[in-house]
């Protein structure tokens, strides 16, 4: 997931509302932002890079790759930092508990406007035809939407 529209920028007090605890040096306590993205391979100059452990490996392991392309900030769990401290790695940190969810709230913070309805289907077969019936049917009905089917 990576999020930057029209070259938007905002202060990272405009994403953050506290209840975390700074790691490596932090040279400006409120830096502007450009975009944010748990993707190494997404980051441009000045986004937030989210470190979030997956199935098979942390999202710290990829933090050298995003600080080269421009990350400014890297956001992760107790688990990222110590995998961060062992490679050295000295932009700022911020640690919280739970990185998945503070990457919800900043995609949240940085879109803006959330619709009112939102869903979504998992599954094992039928997702996509899920979606497609379920986007026409409230077509049909007036409703103004979008889709965002991910295979």
């Known amino acids: 997931m990576s999020l ?7 202060k990272l007090t405009e994403l953050e509302s506290g209840g975390f605890q700074r790691r490596g040096i932090w040279n400006e306590k409120d830096p502007f932002i450009n975009g944010i993205s748990n993707d190494s391979k ?13 199935s098979q490996k942390h999202g710290a392991e990829f933090a050298v790759d995003a600080i080269n392309r ?10 990222g930092n110590n995998i961060l401290q ?38 094992t077969n039928g997702k996509t035809s899920v979606c497609h019936f379920v986007y026409q049917i409230w077509q049909l009905c007036g409703y103004r939407l979008y889709a965002m089917i991910l295979l």
């Open 4 to 10: 930057n529209y029209l070259n938007q920028q905002k």
């Open 42 to 54: 997404s980051i441009r100059t000045g986004y937030i890079f989210f470190a979030i452990s997956g």
């Open 70 to 79: 421009g990350a400014i900030l890297i956001i992760t769990d107790p688990e």
């Open 86 to 123: 062992k490679n050295k790695i000295v932009v700022p940190i911020m640690m919280v508990s739970n990185p998945r969810q503070k990457l919800a709230e900043y995609a949240a913070r940085w879109t803006g406007i959330q619709p009112k309805t939102q869903i979504a289907v998992t599954g």
